[in-house]
């Protein structure tokens, strides 16, 4: 009996704190939504809690400001971009790149919200741009820039500049999928099907890294 006591009690200590953790990621996923259809200034944390089914005083309980929690669905969406990359290092440049091109267009396709909110962000000069720079894109720059140098060392690889590449890189596998409701109004495509998916990160390997 004293087992099962301590067991109920363990589990009560549990809920609350399963229940603030849910909240917070409805709120996240949520803003989301919100910051990628309106903007950082457009978004209404209003509209966020309605959205998450909260309250809007729990998004400063749980982020403090509307830049915390626009920073926390940074940190969220970048994190999901690193589980979409190869887990184990490549001896093989170029098989090291064709699955972190791969990875990114699948990303691309599952989140199309970071490019909308990329676009907003990047478009002009900001205390958000600078951290999320500073913070996110610089690191994945350089990462990719020394394994497109590597891979160009090699052999491999289209000669595409390489202060160019990252770039072109990312507008090519999110844009389609960004895009998705004029791309299926004008050429009659869902980007988000599997098939579609699948068919684009071949385009990409083939038009920056040569034949599949």
Do not use: C
Not at 50 to 61: C, D, E, L, S
Not at 130 to 156: C, K, N, S, V
Not at 168 to 189: D, R, T
């Amino acid at each position: 009996m004293a087992e099962n006591t301590r067991l109920g009690a363990s589990t009560k200590k549990r809920g609350p704190y399963r229940s603030s953790e849910l909240i917070r990621s409805k709120l996240i996923d949520a803003a989301v939504v919100e910051f990628a259809s309106h903007g950082f200034e457009g978004a209404s944390t209003r509209a966020i809690a309605r959205r998450a089914g909260a309250h809007q005083p729990q998004i400063n309980y749980h982020f403090e400001s509307k830049a915390a929690l626009w920073r926390a669905v940074m940190d969220q969406l970048m994190s999901e971009i690193d589980g979409h990359m190869p887990s184990t290092p490549s001896d093989d440049a170029r098989s090291a790149v064709e699955a972190g091109v791969r990875g990114l267009v699948r990303f691309a396709a599952a989140r199309p919200e970071l490019n909308r909110m990329m676009i907003q962000e990047a478009s002009s000069p900001s205390e958000r741009l600078d951290w999320l720079i500073e913070t996110h894109i610089r690191p994945r720059f350089e990462t990719f820039q020394l394994g497109w140098a590597t891979m160009r060392a090699e052999g491999q690889g289209r000669d595409v500049p390489p202060e160019l590449v990252y770039h072109l890189m990312v507008g090519a596998a999110s844009l389609l999928h960004a895009n998705a409701p004029e791309v299926k109004q004008l050429i009659g495509l869902t980007p988000s099907q599997p098939d579609v998916v699948e068919a684009h990160a071949d385009a990409m390997v083939h038009l920056f890294l040569g034949e599949i």
